[in-house]
């Protein structure tokens, strides 16, 4: 699963993952359109449209959050489902993409979203016996093992780092 809810007493809250910090943007965009369109489409069918994006960023919290605020803007403005998005370049400060949509009516939407924010949200990766937290900057990171006796080499943490999923955990304005 892409994305699971989260217990929050006035907003949405939701926990998205994905294999590496580019498939957690890409699993982050499309199931936000999911869950505001309550629909999935299929990734196969003929692309309808597609709009290139680029841009810069400090640190991957701020691209996360941008490019989740632009898909947000393209659903309650232009009523575009996002159902595939390509990353053509990535780094912890820049990233281009290419995003395809379907124009929607606003009828389509279920449920509204008014914002993203930057209350409460975690960027972080798990592993078995290593948790990797991601702070503001993807250079600062945060290794805590679970087990020192299980660690005995760096060599075994670099392994490890490269293991794992990534997850974020977002609070929307709803």
Excluded: C, W
Excluded at 56 to 76: C, D
Excluded at 110 to 131: D, F, M, P, Q, W
Aim: proline share 1%; aromatic share 12%.
């Amino acid at each position: 699963m892409k994305y699971k809810f989260l217990n929050h007493t006035a907003d949405l809250a939701v926990e998205f993952s994905g294999d590496s910090l580019e498939k957690l943007l890409i699993n982050s965009g499309i199931s936000l359109s999911e869950i505001i369109f309550e629909t999935e489409m299929e990734n196969n069918q003929k692309e309808k449209e597609k709009i290139h994006l680029e841009f810069s960023e400090n640190n991957f919290t701020e691209i996360y959050i941008n490019l989740l605020r632009e898909i947000l803007f393209q659903i309650n403005i232009n009523y575009r489902f996002i159902y595939k998005i390509e990353i053509n370049k990535f780094s912890s400060t820049k990233i281009a993409l290419d995003y395809f949509f379907y124009s929607m009516n606003i009828s389509d939407i279920k449920n509204e979203i008014k914002a993203v924010t930057y209350h409460n949200l975690k960027i972080y990766k798990k592993n078995g016996s290593l948790r990797e937290i991601k702070s503001n900057n993807l250079a600062q990171i945060n290794i805590s093992q679970d087990s020192p006796r299980e660690m005995k080499s760096k060599n075994l943490i670099q392994s490890n780092i490269s293991q794992g999923k990534y997850f974020a955990k977002v609070i929307f304005d709803i």
